[in-house]
């Protein structure tokens, strides 16, 4: 599996961005968001079965982060609205071939995708 991560930038508090990542190779059971802030381990964003049914946000993110999946354009993305300081970080993708009740730790995804740096001014 390859990923490619692509989307990210420098924004100011309140912007958006839209973080997509391209998946070729093979097909997957879910796919995630993780993120690694400056002097930080990196950390789960969000996480979205093969379906699309089926998602899960870190508390961090709930309510201003939006994970989608197209099957067609193998690809999955990250709208990311109201974005704040602390959510700069590289984002990184990944994907499972492992079939789980959630998806929400490293431990979970197999592949990974380089990332894609994130900055948030004030």
């Known amino acids: 599996v390859q990923l490619q991560a692509s989307g990210g930038g420098s924004v100011q508090t309140g912007d958006s961005l839209r973080l997509s990542c391209a998946i070729s190779?093979?097909?997957?059971?879910?796919m995630g968001w993780f993120r690694r802030a400056p002097g930080r381990g990196r950390e789960f964003v969000s996480s979205?079965?093969?379906?699309?049914?089926?998602?899960k946000y870190a508390d961090s993110v709930k309510g201003r982060f939006t994970i989608s999946r197209s099957v067609t354009e193998e690809a999955m993305y990250l709208q990311m609205n109201s974005l704040k300081p602390e959510d700069t970080a590289v984002y990184y993708c990944?994907?499972?071939?492992?079939?789980?009740?959630?998806?929400?730790?490293?431990?979970?995804?197999?592949?990974w995708g380089q990332g894609t740096q994130v900055t948030v001014s004030s």
């Open positions: 979205i079965n093969w379906r699309g049914d089926r998602k």
């Open positions: 190779g093979r097909t997957t059971t879910a």
């Open positions: 990944a994907t499972s071939d492992h079939a789980r009740r959630d998806y929400y730790s490293e431990a979970h995804f197999e592949f």
